[in-house]
């Protein structure tokens, strides 16, 4: 059965970085397209960045892309998301999703969810 666990959430303080993990069980990820999400309390979930299957293509939100990276390492099924001078609005409940391929925007284009990690920037 394909599962993803997300980890690495945490309270980090205002310009500081986390690096979230998207670890695969039951499957390998070469064929599957990784998004990051995040939902804020009150907000709907919005896309944070995707990673195509073959990492040959990546896309992110235009307001996080100058913070925002997403490596991946198939060898070890495992897509992260590292995020650097972090601001108290990306506060949120991230998850990461799979998809065939390539990557998509909207979140009801992807079929396999994690549980999410929460992510709290605050002094």
């Known amino acids: 059965q394909l599962q993803l666990v997300e980890s690495g959430g945490g309270l980090v303080q205002p310009g500081g970085s986390l690096r979230l993990s998207c670890a695969a069980s039951g499957f390998t990820l070469d064929n599957y397209a990784i998004g990051w999400f995040r939902q804020a309390p009150g907000k709907e979930r919005e896309g944070v960045s995707c990673i195509s299957s073959t990492g040959g293509s990546t896309n992110y939100a235009d307001s996080l892309k100058a913070r925002f990276t997403i490596p991946r390492d198939n060898a070890k099924s495992t897509v992260y998301l590292q995020m650097n001078s972090l601001k108290p609005e990306d506060t949120a409940v991230y998850y990461c999703?799979?998809?065939?391929?390539?990557?998509?925007?909207?979140?009801?284009?992807?079929?396999?969810w994690g549980q999410g990690t929460q992510v709290t920037v605050s002094s």
């Open positions: 999703a799979a998809r065939g391929y390539v990557c998509r925007g909207s979140p009801s284009e992807y079929g396999n």
